[in-house]
């Protein structure tokens, strides 16, 4: 098994390699261009799909966003990271029963 992993580790380092042979500028720069996307290249036409939006609904995201922003960032604040019941709390009864 450990073959296997250090075939698949060799066989895609050499591919990147290969592929950033004969790229010019820094290296790795082809390989982000291709598989990573920019995000501001799709600014432009997620404002205008935002635009197209009824100024009701909109309203509506924005709210609705706003809103599950504050939540989570209350729950993050409030909520502890106990993972124990409340039963779990309680001391072991060790006793006879009384019935």
Same mark, same amino acid.
């Given at each position: 098994m450990f073959f296997i992993l250090r075939a698949g580790l060799v066989i895609g380092a050499l591919s990147y390699l290969?592929?950033?042979r004969d790229s010019p500028g820094p290296p790795g720069s082809l390989l982000a261009s291709v598989?990573? @996307?920019r995000p501001e290249a799709a600014l432009p036409s997620l404002a205008a799909?935002?635009?197209t939006l @009824?100024?009701?609904t909109r309203e509506r995201l924005m709210r609705d966003g706003?809103?599950?922003i504050g939540r989570r960032v209350a729950g993050a604040l409030v909520t502890s990271r106990d993972?124990?019941?409340e039963a779990d709390r309680q001391p072991v009864w060790r006793g006879t029963d009384n019935r």
């Open positions: 290969a592929i950033n598989v990573i @996307p799909a935002w635009d @009824p100024a009701a706003a809103a599950e993972t124990l019941a």
